[in-house]
């Protein structure tokens, strides 16, 4: 999928006219706005296993100091970085469970042999979008629901305008609202070590251990 700032500024008008429908009827524009451009935080929630044995086994990657949250003001350039990361990760990785690359049920890890499941899709696009100069603040990992009620993880990117996820199960870069998932938890923009949960009231016990 390449876009030019063009593209950017008529996604982003589309993003900003349907939240405006969406709240005409009801609540406050901009309060309605938005709920929809950019997901519900609520309360402090548990960090997943996978993450907290990622820290475990490389505490460097996991070392930090609370900050303030930052978004990336959504520009061309900004743009071309997600598409190409995304691209190039989602082309190169192959992937594979857990059980079949480590012989654990859930392993977070660097897929530097070129084999991952879903959560290591995600660290390296963090790592390489981080690399780029990215605010690692507006780089989440975030566990949803997938379409069929497993668990799933995704990178939700956080810019001045809409809250973008990218995936290994798409090829283009989507809405959070496009994506048919189920919102669950992920980290804090200060901190990367504290999760939050998202605003679905559902039952949410699924781990993002299912095989991506």
């Given at each position: 999928?390449?876009?030019?700032?063009?593209?950017?500024?008529r996604?982003?008008?589309?993003?900003?006219?349907?939240?405006?429908?969406?709240?005409?009827?009801?609540?406050?524009?901009?309060?309605?706005?938005?709920?929809?451009?950019?997901?519900?935080?609520?309360?402090?929630?548990?960090?997943?296993?996978?993450?907290?044995?990622?820290?475990?086994?490389?505490?460097?990657?996991?070392?930090?100091?609370?900050?303030?949250?930052?978004?990336?003001?959504l520009?061309?350039?900004?743009?071309?970085?997600?598409?190409?990361?995304?691209?190039?990760?989602?082309?190169?990785?192959?992937?594979?469970?857990?059980?079949d690359?480590?012989?654990?049920?859930?392993?977070?890890?660097?897929?530097?042999?070129?084999?991952g499941?879903?959560?290591?899709?995600?660290?390296?696009?963090?790592?390489?979008?981080?690399?780029?100069?990215?605010?690692?603040?507006?780089?989440?990992?975030?566990?949803?629901?997938?379409?069929r009620?497993?668990?799933?993880?995704?990178?939700?990117?956080?810019?001045?305008?809409?809250?973008?996820?990218?995936?290994n199960?798409?090829?283009?870069?989507?809405l959070?609202?496009?994506?048919?998932?189920?919102?669950?938890?992920?980290?804090?923009?200060?901190?990367?070590?504290?999760?939050?949960?998202?605003?679905?009231?559902?039952?949410?016990?699924?781990?993002?251990?299912?095989a991506?």
């Open positions: 999928m390449t876009w030019d700032s063009k593209d950017i500024l996604f982003t008008a589309a993003a900003l006219v349907a939240a405006s429908t969406l709240c005409a009827a009801s609540a406050p524009a901009d309060a309605a706005s938005e709920r929809t451009l950019f997901v519900s935080v609520q309360a402090t929630a548990k960090a997943p296993i996978g993450w907290i044995d990622f820290c475990n086994q490389q505490p460097g990657e996991c070392a930090a100091t609370p900050v303030e949250a930052r978004d990336v003001v520009s061309s350039k900004a743009w071309k970085d997600l598409v190409r990361v995304n691209k190039w990760v989602n082309d190169t990785i192959k992937p594979m469970t857990d059980q690359h480590w012989g654990v049920v859930e392993k977070w890890s660097y897929p530097d042999d070129g084999y499941d879903c959560e290591d899709y995600v660290l390296l696009k963090r790592r390489m979008l981080v690399e780029a100069g990215w605010p690692r603040q507006a780089l989440l990992i975030t566990v949803v629901r997938d379409k009620g497993d668990g799933h993880a995704v990178l939700t990117v956080k810019t001045d305008k809409v809250e973008f996820v990218l995936d199960q798409a090829e283009d870069i989507m959070w609202t496009e994506t048919g998932y189920r919102f669950v938890k992920r980290q804090s923009q200060e901190d990367p070590n504290v999760w939050v949960s998202l605003g679905d009231p559902r039952p949410t016990t699924a781990t993002a251990s299912a991506r």
